[in-house]
């Protein structure tokens, strides 16, 4: 236990001393994608398949930092009361500075360990905890902590390094662990040996070929963040999912889950060696992630979705609905992206007859460009008003195109309508527009 207060102490001190990130007070996150992943209605849609409002809806943002990340889910989350706990004093002031500053008053912040957030005294329809959960030297203290504030329906983001990923920054800790430069909270002094010494290795020399980058040099906050974290630790999957396990909290998805498909490691998917072809598809979730991690460690965190367990019946893809299912469901766009500058680009769109550029709205797309045709664009523009059927999209597709480009005669409804099915359930993916049958809604 002395151990364990001895590193928290180590890590309020770094924060109270540089709190992170160090982001200008007066900016302001305006990025579509990153607004998109931090909007709790992506997280419930995954789940539930529902959209839900964010009118009135309880956010935690535990580890909030300096509180960018916090200013972030109010912006994303219009009308939710923003709760923020750190365990830096002076990093829950900047939040509070920060929000304060940008006009958010339905928001409070409290410097306070994540192990004592039932001393709140509130429970959370979504909890924020990036960043952070990979510093506590009890992790499943952490997730416990959290999952004991959460309401039975609500949704927690969370992330870990990943171990294998980090496994040379880990390596250049403990090298400075060793040197003394971490005993206490690393300054000037500390960072600029840290960094003399990165620069005086040979560049082929393994520790510094795989985590020097000149260009971040003179970054102290990345190189903080890499070289000198206090607390750092790495995980793998299995120890993801045993750490879920062992506080009974069901695993979602991972937040980026079209970057880990682990068929798009192949050449040919569709042509797998016999041995890789009979295994994968008995592979469980968790075996899936794991062997993708061992085969490509490229992302950085483990970063994914929990929540209590058992409480909702797991969705039907909407690629396996039937016509019934269409006929009921209403097509929503995303609400972080029903905002004036998107909305004037579909219609620069549509006017000038080009393509949208959709890898600029969107978190979850693995192609670096995806486009979208103007006469699909003015097809969805009403979706920036009200959600829509089916039935009324077809109608306006059959306005927009009346005739078949090819035999000029009138649209067919029938092709229409399938058309436009292909197409949502592909926009649905990628997480442009969501599909809510009737029977999800309250």
């Excluded at 509070?96 to 410097?111: I, M, P």
């Excluded at 500058?341 to 460009?369: G, H």
């Amino acid at each position: 236990m002395e151990k364990q207060v001895s590193e928290i102490e180590k890590i309020r001190q770094q924060f109270d001393a540089a709190p992170y990130p160090r982001i200008p007070l007066d900016q302001y996150p305006t990025d579509m994608k990153y607004l998109t992943l931090y909007n709790m209605v992506t997280a419930y849609y995954l789940r539930y398949q529902k959209v839900v409002e964010t009118e009135g809806k309880l956010i935690l943002d535990a580890g909030c930092g300096s509180g960018f990340k916090s200013l972030a889910l109010a912006v994303a989350n219009p009308g939710a009361r923003i709760v923020g706990v750190d365990l830096s004093e002076q990093s829950a002031n900047l939040s509070r500075e920060r929000l304060k500053y940008h006009g958010f008053s339905n928001v409070e912040f409290h410097a306070l360990s994540i192990y004592d957030l039932p001393k709140l005294g509130m429970e959370f329809d979504y909890i924020h905890c990036d960043e952070t959960l990979y510093l506590l030297p009890d992790i499943l203290a952490g997730l416990k902590a959290m999952k004991a504030v959460l309401k039975p329906e609500g949704i927690i983001r969370t992330n870990l390094h990943s171990r294998n990923q980090r496994r040379q920054f880990f390596t250049a800790q403990k090298l400075f662990k060793m040197l003394g430069f971490m005993e206490e909270t690393p300054g000037p002094l500390e960072m600029e040996q840290a960094r003399e010494t990165m620069k005086s290795l040979k560049d082929g020399v393994t520790l510094k070929a795989n985590t020097w980058r000149p260009e971040m040099e003179n970054n102290d906050e990345w190189f903080c963040a890499n070289y000198l974290l206090q607390g750092d630790r790495g995980y793998t999957i299995p120890e993801t999912f045993e750490a879920l396990r062992n506080t009974d909290l069901e695993f979602i998805s991972m937040v980026h889950r079209q970057k880990w498909d682990l068929l798009d490691l192949f050449q040919d998917p569709n042509n797998l060696p016999t041995a890789l072809g009979i295994t994968l598809p008995e592979l469980s979730l968790e075996e899936q992630l794991h062997l993708y991690e061992i085969l490509h460690p490229i992302h950085r965190l483990i970063d994914f979705w929990c929540g209590h367990p058992n409480v909702s019946t797991p969705r039907q893809p909407v690629m396996e609905w039937t016509d019934s299912d269409w006929e009921k469901a209403l097509v929503h766009l995303h609400p972080s992206l029903k905002v004036p500058p998107v909305k004037q680009e579909m219609l620069n769109c549509i006017s000038k007859v080009k393509m949208l550029e959709l890898a600029n709205y969107l978190p979850f797309i693995k192609e670096t460009t995806l486009l979208m045709d103007s006469t699909v664009v003015a097809c969805i523009l009403p979706l920036f008003d009200q959600p829509q059927s089916l039935k009324s999209l077809v109608q306006r597709w059959l306005q927009i195109r009346p005739l078949d480009p090819i035999t000029l005669q009138p649209s067919d409804p029938n092709q229409a309508s399938m058309l436009l099915k292909q197409m949502f359930t592909t926009l649905e993916e990628i997480g442009l527009i969501l599909l809510e049958p009737q029977s999800a809604k309250d």
